[in-house]
């Protein structure tokens, strides 16, 4: 079984944004972090930091393993939970989600408080410190 934790951060004053991805399995400790696309908000930065924790698990061919994906967003979350979401702008990338999902053999979703996803977090902010330096 592998566990994946995905978080983002978001920063509306310098148009910048980050996601964190942390993979557990047996003998993979894995911590990732990846700049997202600018002027983006924080649901739209959550949807992408999730497909980034599924794109993970496709490219390193672990789609036959049962997936344990975490998210402190409600809204991912609940949005995978009824296959649905509402807002337009998020219709896109929560279509590439459902079209990678179906690729993976047997997976869950669970929505984690905040606090039980901090290492996810970090990783996403130590992303939007890299922009920041390297815009400077």
Do not use: C
Request: aromatic share 8%.
């Amino acid at each position: 079984m592998l566990k994946l934790y995905s978080d983002a951060a978001v920063s509306t004053k310098d148009q910048l944004a980050g996601a964190g991805v942390i993979v557990v399995g047996d003998g993979l400790h894995e911590q990732l972090s990846y700049p997202l696309p600018q002027a983006i908000d924080n649901h739209l930065a959550e949807l992408h930091a999730f497909l980034l924790a599924i794109k993970w698990v496709l490219s390193n061919q672990k789609a036959n393993q049962y997936i344990q994906f975490y998210t402190d967003s409600q809204l991912v979350a609940q949005s995978l939970q009824k296959a649905f979401i509402k807002k337009s702008d998020y219709k896109p990338v929560f279509k590439e989600i459902l079209n990678h999902l179906t690729l993976l053999t047997l997976y869950d979703v669970t929505w984690v408080p905040e606090k039980e996803n901090k290492g996810a977090d970090n990783l996403a902010k130590q992303a939007l410190a890299k922009q920041r330096k390297s815009s400077k």
